[in-house]
């Protein structure tokens, strides 16, 4: 590393080099700004005879704590 104390333009100079090539491959990055989700469903069946259908949707959400 002494070479970069006697000349410290070959210092600046690779400086510029390796800042130079990390602004180049950050441009060259395939960086998503909306990637592909999935949202999560659940699917149940149930079967209460004589239940109206609020009374379910009140029973499965008290149990799930939605």
């Known amino acids: 590393m ?5 000349k410290p333009v070959l210092a600046v100079v690779v400086s510029l080099v390796i800042t130079l090539l990390g602004v180049l491959s950050c441009q060259r ?3 998503s700004q909306f990637p592909q ?3 999560s469903s659940l699917v149940i069946t149930t079967e209460y005879v004589g239940v109206s259908a609020d ?3 009140g029973l499965l959400l008290s149990l799930l704590n939605v």
């Open 2 to 6: 002494e070479v970069f104390v006697r």
């Open 29 to 31: 990055l395939p960086i």
């Open 37 to 39: 989700i999935e949202s």
């Open 55 to 57: 009374v379910v949707k």
